[in-house]
């Protein structure tokens, strides 16, 4: 792959990251941070389902189809990595508790049902793909 494809791949986790970062800045008394009870906990699925997606993005169909198992542990790990860090950043913002073990969970699964909605979609595409090809 040309090392600016591989650049290009890239583009979008590390913008959702420092998104997420920058979220995290926020005082625990912001109103963008509360609207309704376990709001948070879908707004950290959601947020890291977007970020496994582009994680996802970095991995090439081909190493997908060869080993989706792999890749798929790799993107909860980077995701679920990711949102423990976040959790040790926002400990040090105020009115932030960190360290939550609901949101680390919350990260968790968000990665988890990217890597399996991006492991379903190279499957479906790939099998389209044949199908195309052999009529």
């Known amino acids: 792959m040309p090392l ?15 998104a997420i970062l ?34 996802c993005l970095w991995i090439p169909s081909k190493k997908w189809l ?4 792999l890749w798929g542990i790799t993107v909860v790990v980077l995701c ?21 073990l609901g949101d680390i969970i919350a990260n968790f699964i968000g990665g988890l049902i990217a890597a399996i909605t991006y492991c379903i979609a190279v499957h479906i ?3 389209r793909v044949k199908v195309s090809g052999s009529t």
């Open 4 to 18: 600016k494809k591989s650049i290009l791949r890239k583009i979008p986790a590390i913008l959702i990251m420092a």
């Open 22 to 55: 920058a979220l995290s800045t926020l005082p625990g008394n912001d109103p963008l941070l509360k609207t309704f009870e376990f709001s948070d906990k879908i707004k950290h699925v959601v947020a890291y389902f977007v970020l496994g997606i582009s994680f």
């Open 66 to 69: 060869a080993k989706p198992f």
């Open 80 to 100: 679920t990595v990711f949102g423990i860090l976040d959790e040790y950043h926002q400990s040090f913002r105020p009115g932030r508790s960190g360290n939550d």
């Open 125 to 127: 595409i790939k099998r």
